[in-house]
């Protein structure tokens, strides 16, 4: 699996757009890029996957450059219950190796 | 579709005990791995199930083990309780197809607290 680089932590406001950036210079061509949301105390919550270019749903977007080296999962007008810590993943699902390796996150901290 | 879900949420235990904890999977999902988190070490892989079978296995002593049974329910087992192992237990599943957009699925976790 592809290794990550996210910033630690991170300050918003609320209303605010949140763009957390997420390294990953090793990113397999097979490979997707998935984020997820976690709340203390309780399991990560699935937000969005991509391949390339942009992603859109109801919660978030995630931007992908060409050269795939590198991804933004964007946070339109943040509230206070954005606040939480969020992981990026990078890495191809087989039969071998179907686990999750989760880096340290970037704590998002929103204000009102 | 309902959520994973696990047994129980919280736990005390004391050292030299052994736990047992369950995860029901979202239906149809075929795929359970079990994960635990620390303050210290974030999120660590444990193992994964599939169709009753062990397929993957993380760094963990032997004193942690799985089984999943034919409805795809799993249960792990820590035997032997270290202070070491209170932890948040978590549980994801998936539909375990092997491709790469498979995406796994959390429950809530359990606390176990060893005293």
Same mark, same amino acid.
């Given at each position: 699996?592809?290794?990550?680089?996210?910033?630690?932590?991170?300050?918003?406001?609320?209303?605010?757009?949140?763009?957390?950036?997420?390294?990953?210079?090793?990113?397999?061509?097979?490979?997707?890029?998935?984020?997820?949301?976690?709340?203390?105390?309780?399991?990560?919550?699935?937000?969005?996957?991509?391949?390339?270019?942009?992603?859109?749903?109801?919660?978030?977007?995630?931007?992908?450059?060409?050269?795939?080296?590198?991804?933004?999962?964007?946070?339109?007008?943040?509230?206070?219950?954005?606040?939480?810590?969020?992981?990026?993943?990078?890495?191809?699902?087989?039969?071998?190796?179907?686990?999750?390796?989760?880096?340290?996150?970037?704590?998002?901290?929103?204000?009102? | %579709?309902?959520?994973?879900?696990?047994?129980?949420?919280?736990?005390? %235990?004391?050292?030299?005990?052994?736990?047992?904890?369950?995860?029901?999977?979202?239906?149809?999902?075929?795929?359970?791995?079990?994960?635990?988190?620390?303050?210290?070490?974030?999120?660590?892989?444990?193992?994964?199930?599939?169709?009753?079978?062990?397929?993957? %296995?993380?760094?963990?002593?032997?004193?942690?083990?799985?089984?999943?049974?034919?409805?795809?329910?799993?249960?792990?087992?820590?035997?032997?309780?270290?202070?070491?192992?209170?932890?948040?237990?978590?549980?994801?599943?998936?539909?375990?197809?092997?491709?790469?957009?498979?995406?796994?699925?959390?429950?809530?976790?359990?606390?176990?607290?060893?005293?």
């Amino acid at each position: 699996l592809a290794k990550t680089t996210q910033p630690i932590s991170m300050d918003s406001y609320e209303g605010q757009e949140v763009n957390i950036t997420c390294s990953h210079n090793n990113i397999a061509t097979n490979d997707y890029i998935t984020w997820y949301q976690q709340f203390p105390s309780q399991g990560p919550r699935f937000i969005i996957q991509g391949y390339k270019t942009k992603v859109t749903n109801e919660v978030a977007s995630l931007f992908i450059p060409a050269d795939r080296k590198s991804s933004t999962l964007s946070l339109p007008r943040v509230s206070l219950s954005d606040t939480a810590v969020y992981y990026c993943l990078v890495g191809s699902r087989d039969g071998a190796t179907n686990k999750l390796i989760f880096g340290t996150g970037t704590l998002l901290a929103v204000q009102p | %579709k309902a959520g994973v879900t696990q047994t129980p949420r919280y736990l005390i %235990k004391t050292r030299g005990q052994q736990v047992t904890l369950s995860c029901s999977p979202i239906s149809g999902h075929r795929s359970v791995s079990w994960y635990q988190q620390t303050p210290g070490q974030g999120l660590q892989f444990l193992f994964e199930y599939f169709s009753e079978t062990q397929r993957n %296995k993380g760094n963990f002593p032997g004193r942690f083990s799985g089984r999943q049974f034919s409805n795809s329910r799993s249960e792990m087992n820590v035997s032997t309780l270290e202070l070491g192992d209170s932890a948040l237990y978590l549980c994801a599943s998936s539909p375990g197809l092997a491709l790469s957009t498979d995406t796994q699925y959390f429950g809530p976790g359990t606390r176990l607290t060893v005293l």
